[in-house]
T-cell receptor, first 113, second 113 residues
């Protein structure tokens, strides 16, 4: 059984550019949540996808968007990158909508210059 | 909105010392409470959880009791090991179907031999 994987591990972008981050959920999981973890802070909830539909969103602007595919993998897209978007982006998968355990991936470190 | 407050860190202890990391929360209803751990170079892992008042979560020698009267979920361990060195996050999820996690800022624990 494979765990949650994320790609890429690191990337550097320039302000104003767009970025796509990818997440493969753990086998059997149909729910994916995305979090942003700024340096020295706890993760902040961006949004969640359940069976390909957005199922809750945190306090993030619309330029943060996502997708979930039929195999339950997911993408996080960020448009018009700002310097403050530099952070570790975490993906977590779980089964169902009610949380008992989310399994986190290792994250993608995004640096915006 | 929901929030989690953790004691300020970092914390440095000698091996076999007692550990207490304070966590208090603000939430409506009856949230579930969690401690997550992030070891160096690894993703977030669920350490323990409690889903209702007076529940005690425990794992790997760590314990935390859900205290609704004091809105607290302090993490304790009687004898820490060098391998416990990590960042610890307290988190909550609200009642209902949305499994958004709200995290505290985290605290770094370093255990010296």
């Amino acid at each position: 059984e494979t765990g949650v994987t994320q790609s890429p591990t690191h990337l550097i972008k320039t302000r104003g550019q767009q970025v796509t981050l990818r997440c493969s959920s753990q086998s059997g999981h149909n729910t994916v949540s995305w979090y942003q973890q700024a340096l020295g802070q706890g993760p902040q909830f961006i949004f969640q996808y359940y069976r390909e539909e957005e199922n809750g969103r945190g306090n993030f602007p619309p330029r943060f968007s996502g997708l979930q595919f039929p195999n339950y993998s997911s993408e996080l897209n960020v448009n018009a990158l700002e310097l403050d978007d530099s952070a570790l982006y975490l993906c977590a998968s779980s089964f169902g909508q009610d949380l008992y355990e989310q399994y986190f991936g290792p994250g993608t470190r995004l640096t915006v210059t | 909105g929901d929030s989690v407050t953790q004691m300020e860190g970092p914390v440095t202890l000698s091996e076999e010392a007692c550990l207490t990391i304070n966590c208090t929360y603000t939430a409506t209803g009856y949230p579930s409470l969690f401690w997550y751990v992030q070891y160096p170079g690894e993703g977030l892992q669920l350490l323990l959880k409690a889903t209702k008042a007076d529940d005690k979560g425990s794992n790997k020698g760590f314990e935390a009791t859900y205290r609704k009267e004091t809105t607290s979920f302090h993490l304790e361990k009687g004898s820490v090991q060098v391998s416990d060195s990590a960042v610890y996050f307290c988190a909550l999820s609200p009642t209902g179907a949305n499994s958004k996690l709200t995290f505290g800022k985290g605290i770094t624990l370093s255990v010296r031999p």
